[in-house]
C-alpha cells in the first residue's frame, strides 16, 4: 500500500497557532487541588490535530479538568495551541511552543508526541490518544516511562480485536472484512493483534483500503467479497472529519456494515464504534498534566490505560443496509443514534 505523508495534503499555512478562549464553565469550576505556587501563571503548550468541528467540544472538557485542580485557564493559566498533520510539522509547533517557555506540552495521537520529544528531552509531555507508547518507542516502560513524557494510552490497537468481535455478532455468517486505513495510521500493528482473533472466528482479513482513491478501494474490496469493514483508523483523532465522511458515504453506498475505531463515524451514518470514551481520555489526561504541574515527574508517572470502553449504534443506518442488529449488542450501547 502507497503511503503519502499527510502533511502534504494540507497546506504550508496550516499550521497555526492561537491563545484559546477561556471557558466560561472553567471559570465557576471549584478546583479540586491547589498544590500549584500561590501567584504564579503556568503555561501549556497544546499540540493537537483536532477539526474545527472537535475542538470546542475537546478543549471544553479539558480546561473543566483542569480548571477542578486549580489550573483556570485565562487566571493563572495560558494554553497556547498549535496544530499539526505530521510528525514533522508537530516538531517545528513544539520549537515554537518552547521558545514561549511553557511549562509542559500537552499532546495527542502518536505522530505527534514523537514530534514534540524530538523537539525537547527536558520539557513535560504528557499524551493521550496514544496506542502502544512502548511499542513507538514514546516511553521505555509504560510503569515506569523515564525521560520526559507520560500520558494515557487509549488501548486502539488491543480494541481492534474487539471490534472483529462486534462483527462476528453482528454477521454470525461473515467470512471476510475488509481493513479500511488512513494513510497517516500504522495499520500493521492493529493487524498483527486483529489476525490471530480473525483465525478463531474463521475470518479473512482482506484488502488494506487505504489511498486517497477510496471508491476503488472500497469497491475492489466488495467485488472481493467483503462483508464489512473495520476501520483501523480513530479518523477524528487526526482531524479527517471530512475522510471519515467519505468513506460512511461509500459504506452506505455499497450497503456495508462500517466498524468504526471512534464514535464520530457513526454519528455520521458508520454503523458501529467500539472504543475509548475521547473526551474521558482528555480528562484523564488533565489529571496527569495537574500531577505534572504540581511538580510530579513525568518519568515516575505511570502511563493510564483508559478503563472506559463505548458502544455506539447507529440503528438507522442498521435498517438502511437491511441489517438486523441482535438484541443484546443493543442492550449493552452506550449511545443509541435512531
Not at 500549584?36 to 499540540?47: C, D, E, F, I, K
Not at 477539526?51 to 480546561?63: G, H, I, K, L, T
Not at 511538580?295 to 493510564?304: D, H, N, Q, R, S
Amino acid at each position: 500500500m502507497h503511503k503519502e505523508p499527510l502533511a502534504k495534503r494540507r497546506p504550508a499555512n496550516c499550521l497555526r497557532r492561537r491563545r484559546f478562549l477561556i471557558a466560561a464553565g472553567a471559570l465557576l469550576a471549584a478546583p479540586l487541588a491547589a498544590a500549584q505556587q500561590p501567584g504564579r501563571s503556568y503555561r501549556v503548550g497544546v499540540l493537537c490535530s483536532f477539526s474545527p468541528q472537535m475542538e470546542q467540544e475537546y478543549m471544553a472538557v479539558f480546561r473543566d479538568q483542569l480548571a477542578r485542580h486549580g489550573f483556570v485557564d485565562g487566571q493563572n493559566l495560558i494554553l497556547e495551541a498549535a496544530s499539526a498533520w505530521s510528525r514533522n510539522q508537530a516538531e517545528s509547533a513544539a520549537r515554537k511552543l518552547l521558545a514561549d517557555k511553557v511549562d509542559a506540552i500537552f499532546v495527542v495521537t502518536t505522530y505527534l508526541t514523537l514530534g514534540a520529544q524530538a523537539a525537547t528531552q527536558s520539557v513535560p509531555i504528557v499524551f493521550a490518544w496514544v496506542a502502544e507508547p512502548m511499542a513507538a518507542g514514546i516511553v521505555k516502560d509504560d510503569r515506569s516511562p523515564g525521560g520526559n513524557t507520560t500520558g494515557v494510552t487509549d488501548r486502539y490497537f488491543e480494541l481492534t480485536a474487539k471490534r472483529l468481535e462486534l462483527v462476528r455478532e453482528l454477521m454470525p455468517e461473515a467470512k471476510r472484512v475488509a481493513v479500511i486505513s488512513a494513510l497517516v495510521d500504522p495499520v500493521e500493528a492493529a493487524l498483527r493483534l486483529a489476525r490471530p482473533t480473525a483465525e478463531r472466528l474463521g475470518m479473512e482479513l482482506i484488502h488494506e483500503v487505504g489511498s486517497y482513491h477510496w471508491e476503488t478501494g472500497i469497491e475492489a474490496a466488495t467485488k472481493a467479497g467483503a462483508q464489512a469493514l473495520l476501520f483501523a483508523t480513530p479518523f477524528s483523532a487526526f482531524g479527517l472529519r471530512s475522510t471519515a465522511q467519505r468513506v460512511v458515504q461509500l459504506a452506505m453506498k455499497h450497503r456495508i456494515p462500517a466498524v468504526c475505531a471512534d464514535r464520530e463515524p457513526v454519528e455520521m451514518g458508520g454503523l458501529v464504534s467500539y472504543a475509548t470514551s475521547q473526551t474521558g481520555d482528555l480528562r484523564r489526561a488533565a489529571d496527569c498534566l495537574a500531577r505534572v504541574l504540581n511538580g510530579e515527574p513525568p518519568a515516575t508517572l505511570p502511563v493510564e490505560q483508559a478503563p472506559d470502553v463505548e458502544l455506539a449504534l447507529n440503528l438507522k443506518t442498521a435498517r438502511a443496509i437491511g441489517l438486523r442488529v441482535p438484541p443484546s449488542i443493543i442492550a449493552r450501547a452506550n449511545r443509541l443514534i435512531e
